[in-house]
């Protein structure tokens, strides 16, 4: 089913005024979730709103909570999101360290007491809007395994980067640090569909292909091995120690535990400024010219265009644009069930 980008921003919108929550930040939340919709990243857009809806009801998520500022020196901020929704903090966040940035070169802005804050990449587009490289990052509840481990270690903590490059199409990366995002396993455990070898380990430590395993005791499988587990664990101490927030199994989860519980999520944002740092027109240069490279590679056998990170997301976001969101029947049924708890008309 097809939902046009207007329908679904007023029905977001709408979801989180009911709760409570003040028309900018609700704003800004409903902007995050539908954007990263029409990127045609799923897991991560309205399919989620019913969960912050519970959590805003039961308390868990405070509706009116503002993010405040707890320290600063000139590169960097630390902020509380003070357990409010975490997109508004998040913007809050990338945009003080876009501003640091700007003054001296490099921002650095850290959150603690945060919530699931979405795609980590529209932040780091925030960024790439404004001519910065914008990097996020997040932790979260352990769901992820590491070499030699039986169960979750770590959470599946998202980076992305992004770094201007075409008019309103940055390169834009955004990634789990699990070999895919626990979304796509839940998301085929609604379809009652088996998933692929490798994305997942059950209660023993060993490979299965049953996404149910994932509540039954199972853990996300980290992305090439201990690479993942390294990179997985540097968000950790950038997001999670050095900001103060909860760490690995004091995150509370988001979707999945008591609502009326702060999750205590923790965020890192930089953003460095490629005015102060070299020169941009040359920069803008140098980057055509790599880009141009790998675009221009023999293709494999088989293969029709070498990608750079970003492009899939264009070319989605300008199909929605122009003609609608075309949704999985798994974000339709978390709608449907939304709009049944807040007693309004579904939309889809």
Known sequence: MTIPISVLQQFALGALRQCGVPAEPAAVAADVLVTTDTWGVFTHGTKNLRGYVR??????????AQPTLVKEGPAWVQMDGNSGLAMPTSVEAMRRAIAKAKAVGIGFAGVRNSCHFGAAGYYAKLAADEGLIGVAMANDIPSVTVPGARGAVLGS????????????????????????????????ATLGKLIPEGWLTDEAGLPTTDPNKLVQGGALTPMAG???????????????????????????SWSMHDPRLPTGHGAAFLALDIETLTDHSEFAERLRHVVQGIRSTPLAVGSERILVPGDLEWERRAAALAGGI????DVLISLRGLADDLGVPPIG
């Open 55 to 64: 959590r805003l009801r039961a308390g868990g998520l405070r509706p009116e």
């Open 157 to 188: 903590n998202p980076l992305a980067f992004a770094v201007p490059h075409e008019a309103g199409r940055p390169i834009l990366m955004d990634m789990a640090t699990s070999t895919v995002a626990g979304g796509k396993i839940y998301a085929a």
């Open 226 to 252: 201990h690479k993942g587990y390294g990179i997985a664990l540097l968000i950790e101490m950038l997001a999670g120690v050095l900001t103060g927030a909860a760490t690995t199994w004091q995150v509370v």
């Open 326 to 329: 075309e949704f999985p029947e």
